[in-house]
């Protein structure tokens, strides 16, 4: 082996002094750079916390109240584990993404005696959405935050994931999920942990004063924070009592509803189990939550949401369509129904109700805004599902026209309750007035029966006009310098509900016993109810859910015995059975063209292929299916004219009990349709025959059906 030379072994030698000399450095550098960091931790751990951090230091407090102990916490650092953190209270994932550092979680698994060698660095993340994100933009953020969740697990790492959204648990990372981390909402006793260290100079647990739990756990993130800014821990105290104090609670109570019991009854046990749940008697998952209001305007549907939150006590937060709307575009539109949805979860218990509803209309793919109103109501959609998970929020909606809502909206699970607002019967009316005249100051002196009168008079009316009638009448009676008076009563009704002519009131009398008597004589269900009023009549029945071929043509029968009935009467009809889109020949109509091409109950053109009978132009394009539409209504009314006129004697007799009565219900109707026979015409019936003098042709009144 030859030897090296000497130059080479010199350079070998500084070399390798240089190389040692280097090590050291780092070594040292290292020893530094380690003291360091534990001089920074060890006065990190001994600092003050600021009391700008006061949220994050509440994050922590409530983490502590609900963090597992021994073998659970250390699986929560199990290699790849997924932990799911629900925040308290909405707006508050920042917070809890600064207060859950990486420090933290070490100490965790620290103290869970997790090997920190043969442990990753646990991560956490934030899982949120803007409310206005589009489905697309939604969906791309999800695969986001997913392959970054994957990244981690896929070394190792746990993950904490902060979210309050739902079906986070992504297919093949699903496994990986462990039990839920739900943190406490804001109380008393964290409040003051957290304020012992942010203000410890004059601390006295005793001696603070702070809110009621039920109302701290409505307070935004934002008052959170703030109020921890005051100076001292009494000044904080105050400051959460000042934004705590309820505002001037409206008066309004389920007690104020009038004229519809059977809402306020349903009502009425919603608040007495939401009362049960905040004692900690029932569970919100036995909670009836939702309901809808549906009917005519006027009848009391934003007075009775907000007269529940009155009864219970807890805060109204209201909204409508037109009221997102009118913030702007699309985005702007569903930010505003984000916000107010988060400030009924945020003051939960309490009572969200959105109006206009009916403005929600069906998805479909015809027309330009087809793709706005997908959007729209995907959005609503979104945070009706928010507040369905969200425990406190009795949910409360309305429209006037729930066949135009998109069926997605009021399906149960959102709405479970939908409760009929329908106008007032004559006893109901009959309540409104007597409890507005009893609000009067001075109060009026009426007698019953003038009152029970003008309830009859206003059938027809709703809550809102009863409103207005008395304001009137009030006002007449403060121009004449006296007290309210029947007169001025009378007076207001009279501008109201102007009574129909004698004569045409028993027009429409007969008509509506004419759809009464035929439904009984087919052995159609019992109507509801049937009413005549100011503005016409009507019969409250119940269509069927199945149709055969026989109960289809027993409808077209009954739809057509008002008109029967004028023609047998009077010897012609009036316009009423032709009036507008939802009269008695227009539903007959939609009824026989859905019988013929979309039930196909008969043979009619020999196919079984289904159409629309919705659409406007069928008659019109096909002749031959006018002609069966044509030959099968004037069959129905041949069948109602047959009926009637061997029944004559009972139609009038009907009648003339509705014109004194107004209003009959299923009970009183029973006992007038008892006295009528069903099997073959006896004798005396088919003889007598009351004859009616014909009536100068001259339109009559919209809404005689």
């Known amino acids: 082996m030859s030897a090296i030379p000497r130059p080479l072994v010199l350079k070998a030698t500084v070399t390798g002094f240089l190389i040692a000399g280097l090590l050291d450095l780092m070594r040292q550098g290292m020893a530094e750079a380690e003291d360091e960091n534990a001089r920074r931790e060890a006065a990190e751990r001994l600092r003050r916390p600021g009391r700008h951090e006061a949220l994050e230091l509440l994050m922590v407090a409530a983490l502590a109240r609900v963090l597992p102990k021994g073998r659970d916490l250390a699986r929560l650092f199990d290699p790849g584990a997924i932990t799911l953190v629900r925040p308290p209270l909405p707006g508050c994932d920042d917070a809890i993404g600064k207060a859950f550092s990486g420090r933290l979680l070490r100490h965790l698994r620290d103290r869970a005696e997790v090997d920190e060698e ?51 648990r992504w297919g093949d990372l699903a496994a990986l999920f462990g039990p839920e981390v739900r943190l406490p909402r804001l109380s008393a006793g964290l409040l003051l942990e957290v304020l012992s260290r942010t203000h410890p100079e004059d601390f006295d647990a005793e001696a603070l004063r702070l809110p009621e739990a039920e109302a701290l756990a409505r307070l935004a993130p934002i008052a959170i924070r703030t109020a921890f800014m005051a100076p001292t821990a009494e ?90 709307q009118k913030m702007g575009h699309q985005g702007d539109m569903l930010a505003e129904l984000h916000a107010r949805v988060d400030e009924a979860i945020a003051r939960a218990p309490s009572v969200f109700f959105i109006d206009e509803l009916d403005s929600f209309l069906a998805r479909s793919d015809d027309g330009n805004s087809a793709r706005y109103q997908r959007g729209v109501v995907n959005g609503l959609l979104e945070e009706l599902s928010r507040l369905s998970r969200a425990e406190g929020v009795l949910v409360l909606g309305a429209t006037n026209h729930p066949a135009d809502v998109d069926p997605a909206v009021i399906r ?58 008395l304001r009137d009448a009030a006002s007449r009676a403060r121009a004449a310098g006296r007290l309210l008076t029947a007169s001025d009563l009378a007076a207001a009704a009279e501008r109201l509900a102007p009574p129909l002519d004698a004569e045409i009131d028993r027009r429409v009398a007969l008509h509506e016993v004419g759809h009464l008597l035929v439904a009984h004589l087919l052995d159609r269900p019992a109507p509801r109810l049937v009413r005549l009023t100011a503005r016409g009549g009507f019969v409250a029945g119940t ?34 059975a032709g009036e507008g889109r939802d009269s008695d020949l227009a539903s007959a109509t939609r009824l026989a063209l859905k019988l013929e091409v979309s039930w196909r109950l008969t043979d009619g053109d020999g196919g079984l292929s289904w159409r629309d009978a919705e659409r406007g132009d069928l008659l019109g394009a096909d002749p031959g299916l006018r002609a069966r539409i044509e030959a099968r209504l004037c069959a129905a009314h041949a069948t109602a004219l047959d ?63």
Not at 648 to 658: C, D, G, Q, S, Y
Request: charged residues 25%.
């Open 235 to 324: 000044a904080v105290a105050e400051r959460l009592a000042g934004m705590t104090k309820p505002g001037a609670a409206s008066a309004l109570t389920l007690a104020d509803v009038r004229g519809q019991p059977e809402p306020v009854r349903i009502l009425t046990r919603m608040v007495a189990d939401l009362g049960r749940w905040r004692g900690g008697g029932l569970a919100w998952s036995e909670v009836s939550a939702s309901a809808l209001f549906f009917g005519p305007p006027g009848t009391g549907k934003s007075m009775a949401a907000e007269a529940t939150a009155g009864s219970a006590g807890v805060p109204f937060i209201a909204t409508s369509y037109s009221a997102c």
């Open 412 to 469: 149960s699970g959102r709405f479970d309750l939908k409760l009929a607002m329908a106008l007032p019967d004559a006893a109901g009316l009959e309540d409104l007035l007597t409890t507005g005249l009893a609000r009067l100051d001075p109060r009026p002196r009426i007698e019953a029966g003038a009152i029970a009168a003008l309830a009859r008079r206003l059938l027809g009316c709703s809550g809102a006009d009863v409103a207005a009638l």
């Open 543 to 576: 269509m069927a859910t199945l149709q055969t071929l026989d109960t289809a043509e027993a409808e077209l029968a009954t739809l057509m015995g008002g008109r029967a009935a004028e023609v047998l009467v009077y010897g012609a009809p009036s316009s009423g």
């Open 643 to 705: 009926l009637l006129g061997r029944h004559l004697p009972h139609l009038h007799r009907i009648a003339t009990v509705l014109l004194r009565e107004r209003d009959l219900d299923a009970a009183r109707v029973t006992t007038l349709l008892a006295e009528v026979h069903k099997g073959p015409p006896e004798r005396e019936e088919t003889s007598q025959v009351i004859p009616f003098p014909l009536l100068p042709q001259e339109p009559t009144p919209d809404g005689a059906a």
């Open 118 to 168: 043969d442990a990753a660095d646990p991560m956490t993340r934030i899982v949120s959405f803007r409310s206005d994100q589009s489905p697309r933009d939604r969906a791309s953020e999800i695969r986001l935050h997913r392959d970054k969740v994957r990244d981690a697990v896929g070394i190792g790492r746990p993950v904490f994931l902060v979210s309050a959204e739902r079906d986070l």
